[in-house]
């Protein structure tokens, strides 16, 4: 569909990773811009800006420039 800009989100997955306070939370993210399909990861505190952080690196990661 032409004029589609927003990524499509095909899968997800993520795991804590040590235990206790401040411990670290790893997530991934398979997404797909126009016709190009990229996993990203990213890392974080909290399970939720990491998954933001996974979309994010996928996006980027799929060489889409915006106008």
């Given amino acids: 569909m032409q ?5 499509d989100e095909l899968g997800a997955a993520g795991a804590p990773g040590v235990t ?3 411990s ?3 997530a991934y993210a ?5 016709d190009v399909t990229r996993w990203g990861a990213g890392r974080d505190t909290s ?3 990491a998954s ?3 979309v994010l690196a996928a996006v980027n990661r799929s060489g889409r420039v915006s106008s």
């Fill in 3 to 7: 004029g589609d800009v927003g990524p």
């Fill in 20 to 22: 206790g306070p401040g």
């Fill in 24 to 26: 670290s939370a790893v």
């Fill in 30 to 34: 398979e997404c797909r811009v126009s």
């Fill in 47 to 49: 399970v939720l800006t």
């Fill in 52 to 54: 933001v952080h996974a």
